[in-house]
């Protein structure tokens, strides 16, 4: 077991956003302090910052190169793992290869997918630009296969596979409750935004009732367009919980997601998925749900999906387990084999 050492963790991605990459560093922040691992986080909370645009609630730091690095030096990490792309990210490498030090990385979001879906910018541009950043570190992790096999066809080295966990006793059957909506129903949960390709779940036919649960900058349009959709804002904790048990599908109808923590909560409570067979439910839903191209054959289909089968796919997940796998893929910053034999012992 690790007697010491320091993990630095540099992230765009922060509270208060509500996302999958927040989720998964808070809760890797928890298992490694169980694990005897210090970590330490460099994120836009120290710094003056302003809205991401098309995403407003999201932050971007002003900070300079110069202070990132001295933040770096100060920290004195026997680890950096550098999570996000943004401006943090950005100066964390610049530091990071100035003075020599080792770093890994990790590939969360499908900027490329998301960016060409707001403004005429090809995907290749950005794609390049990524793998630049990620291929000067000692390794990049990704939550699924599949994502890292399209990674490495574009031209992306060192994928290494750190996949997430589940709170099993959370997200459990026994929140389920008897909506005031008539039944079957499905559910959506996630960012209200238009790379979720939402209308692809909200205009299908589909018997009982639609709830969308989460918010973004889509939210009132797609309420104003679709009026017979039940839209439940923002839920965590219980409430959070109870909606996904109570639901009969989750219906995912995303095509760009790298993982899709959303599905993992939805089959832990018991409630099977439907989604496109792409990359997230094509790694994640084996026996917990019906993939489909046709997605309301999948929808319904899912019905009859056991909701016992649904749990079970989701427990082969852990906190634990993706914590483990983490400190595994991690390297010195020195080179220290002594650091890298901390590791070891941990995982």
């Not at 990385?105 to 541009?125: C, D, G, V």
Request: overall charge neutral; proline content about 7%; glycine content about 6%.
């Amino acid at each position: 077991m690790i007697r010491s050492g320091r993990v630095l963790i540099v992230t765009d991605a922060w509270h208060p956003q509500v996302n999958g990459v927040v989720r998964t560093l808070s809760k890797l922040a928890e298992e490694l302090s169980v694990l005897g691992v210090e970590t330490c986080f460099l994120t836009p909370e120290r710094f003056r910052s302003f809205p991401m645009p098309f995403y407003p609630d999201i932050r971007l730091a002003l900070a300079t190169p110069g202070r990132i690095a001295r933040e770096i030096a100060e920290t004195a990490p026997d680890f950096i793992h550098i999570a996000t792309e943004g401006p943090l990210g950005q100066f964390a490498r610049r530091a990071c290869r100035k003075q020599g030090r080792v770093f890994t990385t990790s590939y969360h979001t499908k900027f490329p997918e998301y960016l060409s879906a707001r403004l005429p910018i090809p995907e290749s541009w950005t794609y390049r630009k990524l793998r630049e950043f990620h291929n000067s570190g000692q390794g990049c992790m990704v939550a699924t296969a599949s994502l890292g096999r399209d990674l490495e066809e574009r031209g992306f080295n060192n994928i290494r596979l750190w996949t997430r966990g589940i709170d099993a006793e959370l997200f459990h059957p026994a929140q389920r409750r008897e909506p005031d909506l008539p039944r079957p129903v499905f559910l959506y949960v996630g960012r209200v935004a238009v790379e979720k390709n939402i209308p692809a779940f909200l205009d299908l036919d589909l018997p009982g009732s639609k709830v969308v649960v989460g918010d973004g900058p889509e939210r009132a349009a797609l309420k104003k367009r679709y009026p017979d959709v039940h839209f439940a804002g923002v839920l965590s904790g219980t409430e959070l919980a109870a909606a996904y048990a109570s639901a009969d599908v989750f219906v995912f109808p995303s095509r760009t997601d790298t993982f899709g923590n959303v599905l993992l909560e939805a089959m832990a409570s018991g409630c099977p998925v439907a989604a496109y067979p792409v990359t997230g439910p094509v790694d994640i839903v084996t026996q917990g749900g019906v993939l489909d191209e046709d997605l309301r054959v999948a929808a319904m289909q899912a019905l009859d999906i056991s909701r016992e089968a649904a749990r079970a796919n989701a427990l082969t997940y852990s906190w634990p387990a993706c914590t483990r796998q983490f400190l595994s893929h991690l390297s010195p910053v020195t080179g220290d084999c002594a650091a890298t034999q901390m590791v070891a012992a941990a995982t």
